[in-house]
T-cell receptor, first 114, second 114 residues
């Protein structure tokens, strides 16, 4: 079965420090991978995606993610965290079966403290 | 450019009732997907519509049904509401159907079933 795992329920980091939010996936074939962010009482906002090509993908708000095929991972990173980055982050994989649905992980709460 | 909008914002229903949720897709987008996000979980795919036709369905019973209109707006209908249907319902639109295309989410409709 296709699945996405976010092993950390919460990540805490000090403002100005680098942050990493982890994601691993299990799919057949070549995955399309996404990161979304959700602020309280809001819908999901697209951050970045990996389709093919360069394993390091750059996205919105200074975020980037590294695709690692051998480790089946797609970790989200940012060199210097901001308090305003505090939110709920979802990793997702795009699947052609079942109508191009996105399969989401359970989410990781990121807390950046000043 | 107008983003994805959803109505109503909040809704309270009782068990056994029926509900209709509405979504207007982002300008130029012909594909709409619906997701259910239970508290503390990632969004779960309900179904997708592409050019007024259902284009795939997740593991939801037939009492979850939908429509897409010629202007690409969409409705989600849920019959015989159950307590477990309480969730945030998210609509997402994309430029074309395809698992490598990012989906743009609306703010969601919070449904409470009593």
């Amino acid at each position: 079965a296709q699945s996405v795992a976010q092993p950390e329920d919460q990540v805490n980091v000090a403002e100005g420090n680098p942050l990493t939010v982890k994601c691993t996936y299990s799919v057949s074939g070549n995955p399309y991978l996404f990161w979304y962010v959700q602020y309280p009482n809001r819908g999901l906002q697209f951050l970045l995606k990996y389709i093919t090509g360069d394993n390091l993908v750059k996205g919105s708000y200074g975020f980037e993610a590294e695709f690692n095929k051998s480790q089946t991972s797609f970790h989200l990173k940012k060199p210097s965290a901001l308090v305003s980055d505090s939110a709920l982050y979802f990793c997702a994989v795009g699947l052609m079966e079942y109508g191009n649905k996105l399969v989401f992980g359970a989410g990781t709460i990121l807390r950046v403290k000043s | 450019e107008t983003g994805v909008t959803q109505s109503p914002t909040h809704l309270i229903k009782t068990r056994g009732q029926q509900v209709t949720l509405r979504c207007s897709s982002q300008s130029g987008h012909n594909t709409v997907s619906w997701y259910q996000q239970a508290l503390g979980q990632g969004p779960q795919f309900i179904f997708q519509y592409y050019r007024e036709e259902e284009n795939g369905r997740g593991n939801f019973p037939p009492r979850f049904s939908g429509l897409q209109f010629p202007n690409y707006s969409s409705e989600l209908n849920v019959n015989a509401l159950e307590l477990d249907d309480s969730a945030l319902y998210l609509c997402a639109s994309s430029l074309v159907a395809g698992s490598n295309n990012e989906q743009f989410f609306g703010p969601g409709t919070r449904l409470t079933v009593l």
